[in-house]
């Protein structure tokens, strides 16, 4: 008796964690609009992109890179530490924005 409810005991908890895993995976693969902020991780010497947060944001020529008064700036002005908030597509390759925001003074969450 004893041996069958630990059995079953381990059952539902490799259910439960089963279901764990998958919802996990299924929320980095998600692809679609938004927005975040974070601070730039690197730039590597290409420039196709950089990492935010630890993400590949690729710059394209569609990519509009302005600072918090609207001003373009250009990719040159990105620097390793600044703070940004980056608009976008998540693709399961990395990010492609449509604008980058250099914050200047990082927005805090209460």
Excluded: A
Excluded at 84 to 101: A, H, L, Q, S
């Amino acid at each position: 008796m004893q041996l069958k409810k630990v059995f079953r005991l381990q059952c539902v908890l490799l259910v439960v964690t089963l279901f764990l895993v998958n919802s996990g995976f299924s929320q980095g693969k998600k692809e679609g609009v938004f927005s975040f902020f974070g601070s730039i991780d690197s730039i590597p010497e290409s420039r196709r992109f950089i990492v935010v947060n630890e993400q590949r944001v690729y710059i394209t020529s569609n990519t509009k890179i302005v600072d918090e008064n609207n001003n373009q700036l250009k990719m040159n002005q990105l620097k390793r530490g600044l703070s940004v908030r980056v608009e976008g597509i998540r693709k399961t390759e990395g990010i492609y924005p449509d604008k980058i925001t250099v914050i200047r003074t990082p927005k805090r969450n209460p």
